[in-house]
């Protein structure tokens, strides 16, 4: 037995070290098509890279915006900053509270805020995280503090392409990439904000065929519940916050009492905007739940007000 | 639990050390311990129908008590038929009540009767076709005075759910596991390492050959009506190569791992898709059901010895009962009916034993006789599969009709993306494999005689690293599940 144990702790060195190595051939030299569990992309989707080299312009600021592509499109740090509140947007594509919860941490000391919003669309509780832990991963440098969001998403791409960043960033190659500021129809604007040129919602008139119901995975809301906990421990004030969705894309769901009821079991302040006032599906969004710049600007005028009323400490009229 | 979970990543650990530290006390601590441990592992996944295999097991261990300490026949043959009944019923009301309302009802809504059907809307519970089976072989074989009842109520509930064998077979003999639980046991370095290599090469064959290639049988069949008889045909070969992948992996990884606890499990599967008839087929795929039906149904009818007419009803009887255990649907049913089609004339003419001996011994590359039989012999079961992966008898025929047709020489090259390139290239590669090991215990034992172990953990390593950069995560689902 005592050779059995033996042989299996050296084999687990043996086969880490050959791993390792492995990882690094395959991320390097195979041809992206042919890496079914591994994707290493820089300037993937959502101006990640961009957003996170930003973050030393910034200190002290007042807001930090964490989310999905909803917080990235939906809260324009500009009009925040034309109020006088300065701000941060640190959402990314398809990013979950398991994610927020890595940023978050990673990056609070530098940012220092002194209200976190953090952007509580229900869909982005029901997936994985594995697509935002890989556009994490791939345009930040890895740290060991991630290691946490990688057992969560318990996924080998994520693992691999997590191994992969990581050996890439202690060997002396060439890391220096540059992203543009404009990818097709988005621009990156200072503070984390991506603009979307001016397009209209055409699905308007979508026929539904089938009611969907909201799920929420435990995992996600633990971190959820965890992202709260270490804005406390920060002394930092959080609050949940919905943004506008076209009433169409709302109408797909029946259940929105459950989104709800959790939001407000958390006893933080959670700002509904799913239907806001004075928003249309057409004029204002460009798709069923992406706000085009006309309706950014109404939806964040409306915030900027919704906030002052609930943490007038912070952000003075 | 699932083997590929992470979950079982931690239970496998803790398991294997408390195991082997209570190895050193008594026997009777030793078998609680896995007998716990296959709850856990089974109520992982739903602890409610835990109730259902203590409740098969406390039947079968007092009914088989009874028929042992009884002489009388009548009362013998009344406690078999009740634990026939009770573990049957359990098969029926879980996994075959909906089939059969259906198809009473839409039996008589032919004559023009309309009856209203009460489904149920049951849970089919994992792996229940398994221990079903494995507790009836113990009470028949009780009966048959083949085995004495067994006294400790442990060592049988340990028989019963025993946790590498417990959701996907081999369906283990009552005569064959029973006596492991009551010897005491001694860790063998050899064993365990062969163990580790049956269960490392049974991970690949499941992560790697069968999740890929349901990718691409699945893209196939899903659009079955755009597609050509040959991009079909292809579809049914990677089909083949799941369904193995997944069964023959499942085994392999119970028979490993009861390796690493010193128990030792019959094979399950012995590289059927190299075999020279049907015949050889069906004595190298999931032998552990097939010789459960030889010994328990096709002998009892009178198995060969019979008149022609009986033995051809025999082989039916066999093949469609073991079609219908595979699942409830016509489309199992008629799997089994294309099977018998297949296996009678070998028995009729007595060739069915043609093929007894190794394949090809000793050569690398197979005589053009022998090379065309296996490939005649895997396209015939290629066909019947269709009727085990579609969903309904229309969408069977309507795929066979295209591959028997001039389309069958059409293939659409765009199933050829990069990852189905990589899959092919791996799909060859296991083939290959597999080939040369053919006539071995198992496929990676060619390693153990090779002197260096640092090209053995390579060899390992590359195939841990395979399994880890190629395997699909949303693949976790097992096929064979469907059968439970």
Partial sequence: MKNFLKNIILFSLFFSITYISGVFIFGHFIDNEYKTNLKY?????????????????????????????????????????????????????AQTPIQSLTLVKRYINELNPKLIIMEVFPSTFSIDGVESALDIISNTDPTIGYLDMIFKTK???VFNTYLYAYTKSLLPINNNFLEPKIIDKDTYIDGGFV?????????????????????????????????????KENNTKIAFVYAPVSKNKTQEYNNHELPDSIYASFNIPYINFRELKGINDSIHFYDSHHLNQNGVTIFNDTLIQELQKNFPEILTE | MLFNSIDFATFLPFVFCVFWILNKSNLKIQNVFILLSSYVFYGWWDWRFLSLIAASTLVDFILAKQIFKTENK????????????????????????NFFIENFVSGFSFFGINLEANHLNLILPVGISFYTFQTLSYTIDVYRNKLKAVGD???????????????????????????QFEKRKSFNYQNAKEGLQIMLWGFFKKMVIADNCSLIADQIFNNYPDQSGGTLFIASVFFAFQIYGDFSGYSDIAIGLSKLFGFDLMKNFRFPYFSRDIAEFWRRWHISLSTWFRDYIYIPLGGSRVGKLKVIRNIFIIFLVSGFWHGANWTYITWGAINAVYFAPYLLLNRNRNNTDKIEEGRI???????LSIIFTFCLTCLAW????????EQSINILTKIFSPSLLEINTNIFTPNNRVTILLLILFIIVEWLNRNQEHTLVFLNSWNSKIIRWSVYSLII????????RQKHRLFISNFK
């Fill in chain 2, 153 to 179: 109520p442990i060592v049988f509930a340990t028989y019963v759910s025993f946790f590498p064998q417990l959701v996907a077979g081999p369906i283990e003999r009552a005569t064959h596991l029973i006596p």
């Fill in chain 1, 155 to 157: 996924s080998f791409k």
């Fill in chain 2, 365 to 371: 590359i197979p005589k053009p006789r022998v090379f």
């Fill in chain 1, 195 to 231: 603009q979307r040129e001016i397009e209209f919602n055409s699905s308007t008139q979508k026929e539904i065929t089938c009611l969907n119901q909201y799920k929420y995975n435990d995992n996600q809301l633990d971190a959820l519940h965890d992202i709260v906990d270490f804005a």
């Fill in chain 2, 465 to 472: 690293f395979l399994i880890e950069c190629t395997h699909l």
């Fill in chain 1, 41 to 93: 992309s820089r300037g993937y989707y959502g101006h990640l890279y961009s957003r996170i080299h930003n973050i030393k312009d910034y200190k002290n600021i007042d807001i930090l915006f964490l989310g999905s592509s909803h917080t990235y499109r939906g809260f324009d740090t500009r009009i925040f900053k034309k109020q006088n509140i300065i701000t941060f947007n640190l959402g990314s594509s």
């Fill in chain 2, 74 to 97: 009548r009362k013998r043959k009344l406690y078999l038929l009740g634990s026939l009944s009770f573990n049957l019923g359990l098969l029926g009301v879980f996994k075959y009540y």
């Fill in chain 2, 386 to 393: 269709i009727f085990f992966r579609s969903d309904s008898m």
